[in-house]
Nanobody
Framework: QVRLVESGGGLAQAGGSLRLSCVAS????????MGWFRQRPGKEREFVAA????????YQADSVKGRFTISIDYTRNTVYLHMYSLKPEDTALYYC????????????????WGQGTQVTVSS
């Protein structure tokens, strides 16, 4: 089992930036990919970005390409979501998740989840 704890959410103005952190503990080696998802008010949970632990390869949703990047610090077992040029529509509860296979973007493919951190972007 792996435990995921997110932090770094908060209030930002449109055009601003935030960095989310996700610290993983437990059997992290059993998961091949770490990802970020978000759930906007009244919407389903959606994929944002993910990183393959073994290679560092990343992939993002089209809605955040060019604005959000994902990175990993292996020494700290921490995954980051760097968010730039924030828009009000980025307002959501952001979740860190761990999955087995790279390339997956469905929440069902990520068995472990954090509690989420709220990001609110004002216009």
């Amino acid at each position: 089992q792996v435990r995921l704890v997110e932090s770094g959410g908060g209030l930002a103005q449109a055009g601003g930036s935030l960095r989310l952190s996700c610290v993983a503990s437990g059997r992290t080696s059993s998961f091949g990919v770490m990802g970020w998802f978000r759930q906007r008010p009244g919407k389903e949970r959606e994929f944002v970005a993910a990183i393959t632990r073994s290679t560092g390869n990343t992939y993002q949703a089209d809605s955040v390409k060019g604005r959000f990047t994902i990175s990993i610090d292996y020494t700290r077992n921490t995954v980051y979501l760097h968010m730039y040029s924030l828009k009000p529509e980025d307002t959501a509860l952001y979740y860190c998740a761990a999955g087995a296979l790279p390339g997956n973007t469905s929440p069902e493919d990520f068995p472990s989840w954090g509690q989420g951190t709220q990001v609110t972007v004002s216009s």
